[in-house]
């Protein structure tokens, strides 16, 4: 059933240009002279009128998904969005105008946590409060799941089954959705152009084959470094922008199943505290894509090497400064910033992979953790 690999979540790392193709090819679909938007997500029309405000309430790496979805839908289709950890939001709702829209999103379908914040605002829906009625949207991996039977819109994310408990292809059928709702508001909206609405469709396209030289290039790297790093304490992960939410990401994954210490930060921050943390034993890996902020990246990577810190950047750039501050070069293709975070993400899920595996540890069950979290 691994197909060869040595556990499931190093196949479902590989399964990702497979998930994105089948996410275009279900999603990216609709083009004709009278379509209002190229992307077809079968959602109702009234979903779409008028909507001023999107809450977005998630637990773990959806929830990181869903941070990327946030910046997606504010930068391309101008409506602002929050993100909540489920957890709190379902003792701490924000208020909602009658015209905000509600998503889930829940791989499994079934987090405790994400169910209870939804219930909650469907209450709120049935109730008499006439501003609450804005619709309710899940994203989900299981679309047969309480879930599904809670909420009447969904997004099936198209990642087929996941066993590995930590996600990961189930991570980039998310972000796929996330793509396909923010380009598909951003048309009917016209907040873009014909021309940009179809460079982006077009850089989507390329995914595919750019995972696969990522995971060709990736694989020996990572576990080379995996060697070196197999007994450090500590981790810390940078980004900015949309590559932010790939920091959580890239530490969460190792701390899931490798049971190091890992913490990711906007890479601003840093300076704010938690560079006291930095000497040569901490590593520090950082997502340098060129774009909006890759400037600032590489400066506040250079603060960080002046602490004496090891350097690991996830960057297409392989000269200059680059190439002058990182110690180690996880090289990534050069594509869009928009679209970058489907392809940084990869290298960060095999580095925490091969550390795990190196350390002998139980990589698709790691301890005291469960693939769906049906408790509070
Ligand atoms: C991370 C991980 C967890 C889940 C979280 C939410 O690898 O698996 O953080 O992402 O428990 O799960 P779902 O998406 O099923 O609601």
Request: with cysteine; charged share 20%.
């Amino acid at each position: 059933e691994k197909q060869g690999f040595k556990h499931f979540m190093l196949k479902e790392i590989h399964e990702q240009p497979g998930v994105v193709r089948a996410s275009l090819d279900a999603y990216f679909n609709n083009f004709g002279e009278s379509s209002e938007s190229p992307i077809n997500l079968g959602l109702p029309a009234d979903l779409y009128n008028n909507l001023e405000q999107i809450q977005i309430v998630a637990c773990g790496t959806s929830w990181h998904a869903a941070l990327i979805g946030k910046y997606l839908i504010e930068q391309l289709a101008g409506i602002s969005t929050q993100v909540h950890y489920a957890s709190e939001y379902r003792y701490a709702p924000s208020p909602v105008t009658a015209n905000t829209l509600i998503i889930g999103v829940t791989q499994s379908g079934e987090t405790a946590d994400t169910l209870a914040a939804l219930a909650m605002e469907k209450e709120r829906r049935q109730g008499k409060e006439p501003q609450y009625q804005g619709q309710l949207l899940g994203i989900t991996n299981r679309s047969e799941s309480s879930l599904g039977d809670m909420v009447p819109n969904i997004i099936s994310t198209l990642a087929g089954i996941e066993i590995g408990v930590a996600a990961t292809k189930t991570f980039t059928a998310q972000l796929m959705a996330f793509y396909a709702l923010a380009l598909d508001l951003a048309a009917r909206r016209q907040t873009v152009s014909k021309d940009t609405l179809e460079k982006i469709i077009n850089g989507l396209r390329q995914i595919p084959k750019e995972i696969e030289a990522t995971l060709e290039t990736q694989e020996r790297l990572t576990e080379q470094l995996a060697h070196e790093f197999a007994e450090t304490k500590d981790f810390i992960f940078v980004g900015r922008g949309i590559n932010f939410p790939i920091a959580l990401e890239g530490a969460l994954k190792l701390k899931e199943i490798s049971y190091i210490h890992a913490e990711g930060y906007p890479a601003g921050e840093m300076k704010h505290g938690p560079i006291a943390l930095l000497d040569a034993k901490v590593p520090v890996v950082a997502i340098a894509i060129p774009g909006s902020v890759y400037e600032k990246v590489i400066s506040n990577a250079q603060e960080a090497k002046a602490r004496d810190s090891r350097l690991i950047g996830v960057t297409p750039v392989n000269d200059g400064e680059a190439a002058e501050i990182f110690n180690d070069l996880l090289p990534v293709s050069d594509v869009e910033e928009l679209l970058s975070p489907i392809l940084t993400v990869v290298p960060l899920q095999l580095l925490a992979y091969h550390i795990a595996a190196r350390r002998g540890l139980d990589v698709d069950q790691p301890r005291n953790l469960a693939k769906s979290v049906t408790v509070e």
